[in-house]
DNA sequence: TTAATTTTGAAACGTTCATTTCAATAAAAT
DNA sequence: ATTTTATTGAAATGAACGTTTCAAAATTAA
């Protein structure tokens, strides 16, 4: 009977996603990823099938994290500005834990690849539209309590916000002063008071 | 005496620049500037040093080229939130026009290369630097005229517009939608009024 | 133990990378 | 006409690229 994949699939995956976002899809060499990884050249062409196909992987797999650490802040029962301003917060402190200045790996996939490749084209709209929807449902939730202004639709504000937070993302690579930050959020959700 | 350089810089720039915006900075290879620019490999060499030494003044052509478009959009003596919005407006058009979704050229190199080449930080701290000016110069006289309100400062409305235009700028990869994004910017300016 | 299957190591695939070299050609000022 | 310098073409540099190959080693179930 056949041996069993041994290498540890989740710690392959964190030691790529480390590459992928320092030195971006371009950047990055298949020597780059047999040497974070530790894995056999043969092994990473067994069991993802090319750069491309890690990097799908890893996509996924950096969103996942994110989307887990982000719960974490999310507390059941709090109003829904309080829940966008939880949101907001975890991308400041994302930020200033990010010491060599990366930015956020699916932003700087979509300014790399959008135009260049159709899966990456296809994730990131997929992307899109899993945020947008939640945001928008947020917003809605606040409408209804009345804590939320109704000036703009619940989908034109989940716009704007997704449009403030891949601004957040991109400010965030040379800006990582705490305060201004946080005046910044805080100015992006006066809008909706 | 000697033979002067007798290729248009302007036209070859021009070229350069649309290879470099559409394939990124390590997705453009020196054959790709050869075959764009139609300038012999060791002319570029010649001229420009490098690689990089060509992609510098790239930015700096594209940067200025948009300046002064955008110096067009902006009418003398109208007043503070005008101008914001003819700026805008401006990012609007320029992303519609963009038919292959290849984004803005410096933010786009912002994500790809501030964290790996100091040259390209410089520039991008250079350019944050300006533009903040030249935002807390408009908001600033805004607020002069009362037209703007004094809920936060200057410099701070700055980083707020400043951040806007990059996320207007990544949102529009993928949306182009006239009136979303119309209806975006009108947001994203409310909070002045 | 044997049979089945994956992982591994190392080498090689052919291509492309950024850059250099150099002799030949072209043009302007003396 | 001669000198000076730039542009050009084409070839070559050596290294790195993503990917493939294949026999040896490792592991599990029968």
Known sequence: ???VETFDRTNVLHN????FHKKGYNGTSMQDLVDATGL???SIYNSFGSKLGMFMEVLSFYRNNGNKQM?????????????LQS????YVTDIIE??????CLIVNCKSEMVNQEPLIRSFMEQNQEQMMAFLEDVVHNGQMEK????DQTATQYALYLY??????????????????????IHTILSVLK
Request: proline content about 2%; glycine content about 6%; charged content about 25%.
């Open 98 to 103: 990010d010491k060599d200045h990366k930015g």
């Open 87 to 90: 949101i907001f917060c975890w």
């Open 163 to 184: 449009s403030s937070i891949q601004g957040l993302r991109m400010t965030g690579i040379l800006n990582t002063n705490k305060e201004e930050l946080e005046n910044l």
């Open 1 to 3: 009977m056949p041996k």
């Open 147 to 150: 804590i939320i202004n109704e």
């Open 16 to 19: 790529a996603t480390e590459v």
């Open 40 to 42: 056999n050249r043969s």
């Open 71 to 83: 719960g974490k802040e999310i507390v059941q029962n709090q109003n829904a500005l309080d829940t």
